[in-house]
């Protein structure tokens, strides 16, 4: 339990491979946080944060997730529900932006696979942004995505409902290939879906 907090003066770098929150544990960003591969890394595995029993993370700040190439190589992050210590009892993992958070390189997937909650500005500036749901009922969004041309975004497994002040723009693709009901017209023409998205009647497709 407790909580571990970047404070809103800090701009921290975290060059690894993986980290893990276990035990009820928050962590906060409220400064300028970028994570990337470190640069001596040789090996293809990809970037984890182990989360189980219950830890949180909150980014209250800015987020980046950048990459280093190494070998021709791009690697995937993910931000993941995996733990041996996971039981089936324990409270579940989330993963909540108030801040900015963002992927900027290319052919590089996160993939946040704990109930994302967005009330802040999701910036899918390369490759694809790939965000969980609720595991049981729906998580509300209110926040906004930029998906240019080129990017992916992309509601997967899970509950998520997109209400009124969601605003979700560029020329990038739009996947669903979890559960959404949306609320809102959306600025993007490429669609992707592949899972079950309910339009309410008010809503106009782009």
């Known amino acids: 339990s407790g909580t ?7 701009s921290s770098v975290v060059s690894a491979l993986g980290a893990g929150l276990s035990g009820g544990r928050t962590f906060v960003n409220d400064g300028s946080l ?11 595995y990809p970037v984890q944060v182990l989360m189980s029993q219950g830890a949180q993370v909150v980014n209250n700040g800015t987020w980046e997730f950048t990459n280093v190439l190494d070998g021709g190589y791009n690697y995937p992050y993910n931000v993941v529900s995996l733990s041996p ?14 801040g900015v958070l963002k992927n900027s390189t290319a052919n590089t997937t996160i993939t946040i696979g704990v109930p994302f ?64 009901v949306q609320n809102v017209a959306i600025g ?19």
């Open 34 to 44: 970028v994570w990337g591969r470190p640069s001596d890394e040789s090996n293809n």
């Open 85 to 98: 210590t996971q039981g089936s009892n324990d409270a579940v993992p989330g993963f909540t932006n108030t």
């Open 4 to 10: 571990t907090r970047v404070a809103s003066s800090a």
């Open 188 to 206: 993007l023409t490429a669609w992707d879906i592949s899972g079950s998205l309910k339009l309410q009647p008010s809503v106009t497709l782009a």
């Open 117 to 180: 909650t967005n009330t802040g500005s999701v910036q899918v500036t390369a490759g694809t942004f790939r965000l969980y749901g609720a595991s049981s009922g729906t998580i509300a969004d209110s926040g906004s995505y930029s998906v240019p041309v080129g990017t992916t975004l992309d509601f997967a497994n899970g509950g998520r409902t997109l209400n009124s002040g969601v605003s979700i723009t560029g020329g990038g693709t739009y996947r669903v290939s979890g559960n959404v």
